[in-house]
């Protein structure tokens, strides 16, 4: 699969890959409704409570700007409740609460409802992902073309994106999440099905993530002082 046409507007100067256009396909995005004290409290420890809901409203802006021009169906699950009027525009994400006891149930939860819906592939991702790009998601769903399963590894031992074609239980039980040993653990049950891997990535869970990255500097000029 290859770019069939190139498209450019004023407002969208990025390559369009015409390839996922009239397929069956689902963006999920899990998102923590940004409430100070309540979202990326590690990092928080050390920038404070207000630096860390700027950058995560940051981030949801940037996840925004990568998700809008996909060609696929996109739902946004809210950690706490659904919001109609927010960065999320209504006319191109739909809008779900997340249902589940832990983060393996809730996403287990969402996909078998995307598959019920129908949806042939169905990629994961959060909304914390500076290093994510619109033309990494397109790749991500391609790659499901020729694979049943696909998977972004984060540097910290998990991952930051995972896709599917069909449902394997096993993929979010018995998981510690949020540790070192999540990524291994989940290819561990993959090992019998045919999974692309996809490039490392940082995402952002702590000051050492982004304390070298231009773009967060704003954000930690009192850190600096």
């Not at 249902?99 to 078998?112: H, K, P, S, V």
């Amino acid at each position: 699969m290859g770019i069939l046409q190139t498209k450019k507007t004023e407002t969208d100067e990025k390559t369009i890959d015409f390839t996922l256009v009239k397929s069956r396909n689902l963006l999920v995005i899990f998102t923590r409704n940004p409430e100070l004290g309540k979202c990326k409290t590690r990092l928080a420890e050390k920038v404070g409570d207000e630096a860390a809901l700027d950058i995560y409203q940051f981030l949801l802006n940037h996840t925004v700007k990568i998700t809008v021009g996909l060609y696929a169906k996109k739902t946004v699950y809210y950690s706490e409740e659904s919001c109609k009027e927010d960065i999320w525009n209504n006319t191109v994400y739909d809008k779900k609460l997340q249902t589940g006891q832990d983060l393996g149930e809730r996403m287990a939860n969402a996909f078998l409802e995307g598959f019920q819906n129908d949806f042939e592939k169905i990629i994961v991702i959060g909304s914390d992902m500076y290093d994510l790009s619109q033309k990494d998601l397109e790749a991500a769903f391609n790659a499901l073309d020729t694979n049943d399963f696909v998977v972004g590894p984060a540097e910290d031992g998990g991952y930051y994106l995972l896709g599917m074609k069909h449902f394997i239980p096993e993929v979010f039980q018995a998981k510690n999440w949020g540790t070192v040993t999540v990524l291994q653990d989940t290819l561990s049950n993959l090992v019998a099905e045919k999974t692309a891997l996809l490039a490392s990535k940082n995402d952002v869970d702590h000051y050492e993530d982004i304390k070298d990255i231009e773009a967060f500097a704003p954000f930690l000029k009192h850190m600096r002082q």
